[in-house]
């Protein structure tokens, strides 16, 4: 050390010295990044790795699981050598660095992987295997109503005759036939008859599966009853005091507004649904306002910004008369919309749907508080995060991504907006954000709506323009109001305003539904281009600006190129695919041919359902009993037969002696599909589907190879849950 404490230059210190500032200029650099641009990147690989799990063949078994948590733990180490290994000169930063952030992402994968395992083996439930008649007897949790407009009935604690606990399911859903009594209340002990059956398996390969729903809720079967509901042990415990207290309430509003405007304003305040009939649910979803009656986002956030802005002006004129409170009254009113979402959320029953829209307003008024930016792409990162963690299946939810791909494109275009308003009229600011924002939230959900529906509201942009106003002004505020006048017996006139915009909202849908061409059907997309849309959407968003902007090419560039590459591949892969030539029902009640015309189906009665999914997925609009009458099928109703390709046919035997008429049937290039079991195996000279070969394959679809017919059962293809 030279006089005056200053550090004499050692040997090689002065050429390390760059490297060091380097070093810290990259560390730097990388901590900026972590904190600004990666956490976004958190549930999208969070969301590969569970979508990877329900892709693949076969549920990983033990060995797999350890493989991967080793594999977990490897990653762990690179990430955390690869810093260290640059500073020694070992590895290049820019090898470093991508070496810690593939780790990273490779291990946030095996995280999403281990997070749907392990909720897949938490929700594990005894599935019913078998057709069942007899007393049933649970305990009453939820109602509602079918797409056939039938009250249902979801029991769980179930008790089946003759049949052992460890076979039994935990919950059961019954469709009432004849429902004329009063329905009981939450929370009570019944008993009925009624006939069960396993969760339905897919209308064709292809399809949705239903059983992978069912299995995530629980629900190990479902079927329906015809006889009276008997009260075995009236409810008990404070949580179904809450819940009778909550469908008191939407019997309340019901009985207060009347007819099907009380049923929607219900709905909307309490989650009940089972007022609503088939006939008003149609024209909303011809109209695009079937989103507003489930709870989810945009009521949340409806009724924590009316409640945040009504506190906050309050605290303001209170301060401004001097009443004694804090300057930062925003994050007092913060609060309180936080507590009034969280009652909003117990009102309206807790569904999946509406847990998942109070944790994304949660997140925003939480980082009110603590004073960051309520509306950015992190935030929305960290909701969606939570969300997989606590229920990563929601990632197969069409109400997941609907709602996150309008939450980021209102966010993507804020900003523009914000540059853009100052210049207008400020009363048009208002009519032209409400225009914009409706526009760009339509134009982000409509491919997945469409994807995931089948079809299009032509005039849903209209719809939303005339009716979300209303909901925001009228409906949610006077629901606010009403709930804290209800006590003290005032709650009268804020029914009558919420009764004034859901009538205006029924009237709108009636209106557009009845526009020519309102809704147009599309044919069902294959099953890569949902995952290919939001992949590739995600990838386009997160790297699009760094990607644009950068001058030379980067890794940024390459992954908006590349998220770009995946939407163009879905859209190509959707408009040129085919629907099969021939569709078996796993009953053998249905069969249906295409033709130029159509998809012609053998009967005009029976498998409606099935048929009715048939031809929604072919994007065709025509009834069955339409379908039937298409030239292609010949011979009575018990024995139909049509041509195909190459020589061969097929016939279609159903009723009485089904199984007796199918030997003389069976002839060479012949497909043989009948609604009865054969009795033993044979070596038949046809290919036979009969019952119990149907009920192994479930669904099949058959197209015409070089060889001949090529059959595929749903069963071949999926795998089943558990």
């Given amino acids: 050390m030279a006089a005056g404490g200053e550090i004499t230059a050692l040997p090689g210190f002065a050429s390390a010295r760059p490297a060091l500032r380097h070093a810290s200029v990259r560390l730097a650099r990388m901590a900026a990044a972590l904190r600004a641009g990666l956490f976004a990147w958190v549930p999208v ?64 994968v095996i995280l999403g992987l281990g997070l749907i395992g392990l909720r897949s083996a938490m929700v594990a439930a005894p599935v019913m295997e078998w057709r069942y ?76 599966d239903f059983r992978w729903l069912a299995w995530f809720e629980g629900l190990g079967a479902v079927g329906y009853t015809r006889t009276p509901i008997m009260t075995v042990e009236p409810a008990s415990g404070g949580l179904w005091a809450m819940h009778q207290a909550r469908m008191a309430i939407s019997r309340a509003i019901q009985d207060g507004i009347g007819g099907q405007e009380g049923a929607v304003a219900s709905a909307l305040m309490t989650g009940d649904r089972s007022g609503i009939e088939e006939a008003t649910n149609e024209v909303m979803r011809a109209s695009n306002l079937y989103h507003i009656i489930s709870i989810s986002g945009l009521h949340m956030s409806m009724l924590a910004g009316f409640v945040y802005t009504a506190l906050r002006m309050a605290l303001v004129l209170a301060q401004g008369l001097g009443a004694p409170l804090p300057q930062a009254v925003h994050k007092i009113a913060a609060l309180g919309a936080l507590l009034a979402s969280a009652a909003y959320l117990w009102l309206s029953g807790g569904g999946v749907a509406t847990e998942r829209a109070f944790i994304m307003v949660a997140v925003m008024l939480l980082a009110i508080m603590a004073d960051r930016r309520a509306i950015s792409l992190r935030t929305i990162a960290l909701a969606a995060t939570i969300i997989l963690v606590y229920s990563p299946e929601a990632v197969t939810h069409p109400g997941f991504q609907m709602s996150f791909a309008a939450t980021v494109a209102l966010i993507l275009s804020a900003g523009p907006w914000s540059k853009v308003s100052p210049h207008l009229p400020f009363w048009l600011r208002p009519v032209a954000m409400l225009l914009v924002s409706s526009l760009v939230a339509s134009v982000a959900t409509s491919p997945l709506a469409a994807a995931h529906f089948n079809r299009m509201a032509q005039y849903g942009l209209l719809a939303n323009l005339l009716v979300v106003p209303v909901m925001g002004v009228l409906v949610m505020p006077a629901g606010v109001i009403g709930a804290l006048l209800a006590p003290v017996g005032l709650a009268g006139p804020a029914l009558w305003v919420m009764g004034l915009g859901t009538r205006w909202m029924l009237r709108v849908a009636e209106w557009v539904a009845g526009l020519g061409g309102a809704v ?60 099969p030539l021939l569709l078996i029902a796993p009953e053998g009640e249905a069969v249906g041919l295409m033709t130029p015309l159509g998809r012609a189906v053998s009967k005009p009665s029976g498998g409606a359902f099935i048929v009715s999914t048939w031809l929604q997925e072919d994007g065709d609009t025509a009834t069955q009993e339409a379908s039937a009458a298409r030239p292609a099928w010949q011979g009575d109703k018990r024995d139909r037969m049509a041509a195909l390709p190459q020589g061969w046919d097929i016939w279609h035997l159903t009723g009485k002696g089904a199984a007796d008429r199918a030997p003389a049937a069976c002839q060479p290039r012949r497909i043989v599909v009948l609604s009865e079991k054969l009795p033993a195996p044979a070596d038949w000279p046809c290919i036979m589907l009969d019952l119990g070969r149907l009920r192994a394959t479930g669904a099949v679809t058959v197209e015409m190879g070089e060889d001949g017919p090529v059959l595929r059962g749903v069963n071949d293809m999926l795998r089943s849950p558990g």
């Fill in 133 to 208: 008649y007899g007393p049933v007897e649970g305990r009453l949790v939820e109602i509602d109503r079918s797409a056939r407009d039938r009250i249902r009935l979801t029991l769980d604690r179930v008790v089946l005759r003759d049949t052992a606990p460890g076979r039994t399911p935990t919950k059961v859903r019954l469709s009432l036939m004849d429902q004329t009594d009063p329905l009981p209340p939450l929370g009570q002990r019944v008993m009925l008859t009624g006939h069960l059956g396993p969760p339905p398996a897919p209308a064709s390969p292809g399809s949705f």
């Fill in 520 to 579: 147009v059907a599309l044919p069902l997309p294959p099953a890569p281009v949902i995952p290919l849309m939001c992949f590739g959407a995600t990838l386009a968003v997160l790297c699009w600006r760094q990607g644009l902007t950068a001058r030379r090419p980067s890794l940024m560039g390459g992954g908006f190129l590349a998220g770009m590459a995946m939407l163009a591949a879905s859209t190509a892969i959707w408009l040129t695919a085919s629907r």
């Fill in 45 to 108: 690989c969070l969301a590969a790795g569970i979508a990877l799990w329900f892709v693949l063949p076969v549920a990983p078994g033990r060995a797999a699981w350890i493989m991967l948590a080793l594999s977990a733990v490897a990653l762990l180490a690179v990430g955390r050598l690869a810093l260290p290994w640059a500073e020694r000169g070992r590895i290049g930063w820019a090898l470093a660095d991508a070496m810690r952030i593939g780790s990273m992402a490779l291990l946030l």
